[in-house]
Nanobody
Framework: QVQLVESGGGLVQAGGSLSLSCAAS????????MGWFRQAPGKEERDLVS?????????YYADSVKGRFSVSRENGKNTVYLHMTSLKPEDTGVYYC?????????????????WGQGTQVIVSS
């Protein structure tokens, strides 16, 4: 079955950087869409912050992270990454890796069908 395991979260000061990783298994990672969602403290919904197409040729970033976050993937390692720079306190939240079938609609939250357990990111001011 689909398994997604995030790592790399932690506590960082505002302005700092952090890199998240997501190791995938149990399905055809190399032909899947991958994304990162964030659930802010006190919010029920998860917001899509970044997506990447099956071959890395297309990427998506929410306006709030554009220019600061970078998503990439290594299909040979079944791993997707989120490199976060210039972090702000409002970036605090649980970050979830997610996957869905191959699609051009990588910016659509409904394109993602499976999520990992999440990794906590705390940005202190």
């Amino acid at each position: 079955q689909v398994q997604l395991v995030e790592s790399g979260g932690g506590l960082v000061q505002a302005g700092g950087s952090l890199s998240l990783s997501c190791a995938a298994s149990g399905y055809a990672f190399s032909v899947s869409t991958m994304g990162w969602f964030r659930q802010a403290p006190g919010k029920e919904e998860r917001d899509l912050v970044s997506g990447i197409s099956w071959n890395g040729g297309s990427t998506y970033y929410a306006d709030s992270v554009k220019g600061r976050f970078s998503v990439s993937r290594e299909n040979g390692k079944n791993t997707v990454y989120l490199h976060m720079t210039s972090l702000k306190p409002e970036d605090t939240g649980v970050y979830y890796c997610a996957t869905g079938p191959m699609t051009p609609a990588i910016a659509i939250p409904e394109a993602y069908h499976h999520w990992g357990q999440g990794t906590q990111v705390i940005v202190s001011s």
